[in-house]
T-cell receptor, first 115, second 111 residues
Framework: KAGVTQTPRYLIKTRGQQVTLSCSPI?????VSWYQQTPGQGLQFLFE???????NKGNFPGRFSGRQFSNSRSEMNVSTLELGDSALYLC??????????????FGSGTRLTVV | DQQVKQNSPSLSVQEGRISILNCDYT??????FLWYKKYPAEGPTFLIS?????DKNEDGRFTVFLNKSAKHLSLHIVPSQPGDSAVYFC??????????FGPGTRLSVLP
């Protein structure tokens, strides 16, 4: 079956702009989580969506938002971009929210560069 | 305040020898732990997991050990192969929610 698909793969934006990233989870997976990866910081949790509802949220400012559609696809939006938002944004899906029996399946990520 | 720490940013090991990657956590509520491997330009891939009711889980060349009293887990790779060269992330969660990842350890397996 197809894996987690993230689009676009690469993106260059200017400070102050906004950006929308897209994630299509594995078919049948209803939980989608977003992570930000920067050098030395590992993967920082942004938020998790399940059945179109935000279940959990990490410690990121309100400029970071997301949503999930009825087909489980998810989008992440960052407004008023700052240079420090440059990172690899990873989407991960799993069948259910919570439930320790399944690890995440990650997409390849979107590399965002803010100039 | 990092709840999951991987204090070695990098590790080099000779092919065929054992690789030991370490991870420490601070939150005693964590009860489920994962290891992921990440190659450049790819998303992390799930390697192996362990729940707090166990102290060891083995899958082929990969074994994860959990020491709950020390809040420490380690990943052993035996024997190490050049294809194992990647960044390894440790992740921890409470009740399978909000996995917290460590900063990663870059493993280089030298031929």
């Amino acid at each position: 079956k197809a894996g987690v698909t993230q689009t676009p793969r690469y993106l260059i934006k200017t400070r102050g702009q906004q950006v929308t990233l897209s994630c299509s989870p594995i078919s049948g997976h209803r939980s989608v989580s977003w992570y930000q990866q920067t050098p030395g910081q590992g993967l920082q949790f942004l938020f998790e969506y399940f059945s179109e509802t935000q279940r959990n949220k990490g410690n990121f400012p309100g400029r970071f938002s997301g949503r999930q559609f009825s087909n489980s696809r998810s989008e992440m939006n960052v407004s008023t971009l700052e240079l420090g938002d440059s990172a690899l944004y990873l989407c991960a899906s799993k069948p259910t929210a919570g439930g320790a029996n399944y690890g995440y399946t990650f997409g390849s990520g979107t590399r965002l560069t803010v100039v | 305040d990092q709840q999951v720490k991987q204090n070695s940013p990098s590790l080099s090991v000779q092919e065929g020898r054992i690789s030991i990657l370490n991870c420490d956590y601070t939150n005693s509520m964590f009860d489920y732990f994962l290891w992921y491997k990440k190659y450049p330009a790819e998303g992390p891939t799930f390697l192996i997991s362990i729940s707090s009711i166990k102290d060891k889980n083995e899958d082929g060349r990969f074994t994860v050990f959990l020491n709950k009293s020390a809040k420490h887990l380690s990943l052993h790779i035996v024997p190490s192969q050049p294809g194992d060269s990647a960044v390894y992330f440790c992740a921890a969660s409470s009740y399978g929610q909000n996995f917290v990842f460590g900063p990663g350890t870059r493993l280089s397996v030298l031929p």
